[in-house]
């Protein structure tokens, strides 16, 4: 493991552990559930809007450290962005998980989705890093649960 693969599994492991923005949010604009049956994870998105401006965002299930600590970036980095802006993220974040294993990325382009780069190396593992992303979108579109296979 080089050492920027350690630094990241250190970022993954620690939101992991102390997820932000983790629990319900009363009487949110929209929610979704998603559910990634290979891993058995469960994340439910609540979003409250103030116009098209994610003004919060909160997340809450169960599940492996991976889909949990996206749940937990995700969130981090959606609140006080727009829909659209959320849509581009979601669309760099679907490029950087399922990249060739041999294309760079600038990880200063990425900020804090960077630490998903490695997931590509385990395509099993996309799924649990993808699920909190697939279930946004549902929230968005109007919160039906959605399944990721
Ligand atoms: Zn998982």
Redesign the pocket.
Known sequence: MTEIQALYQQVILDHNKNPRNFGEIDHATCSAAGH?P????QINIYLTLDGDVISDIRFSGS?????KSSGSIMTSILKGKTIDEAEALFGKFHHLVTADMDEEFDADDFGKLAVFAGVREFPA?V???S?AWHTLKSALEGGQIVTTE
């Open positions: 990634n290979l891993c058995g994870d599940g492996c450290a991976i889909a593992r799924k649990c890093a699920l």
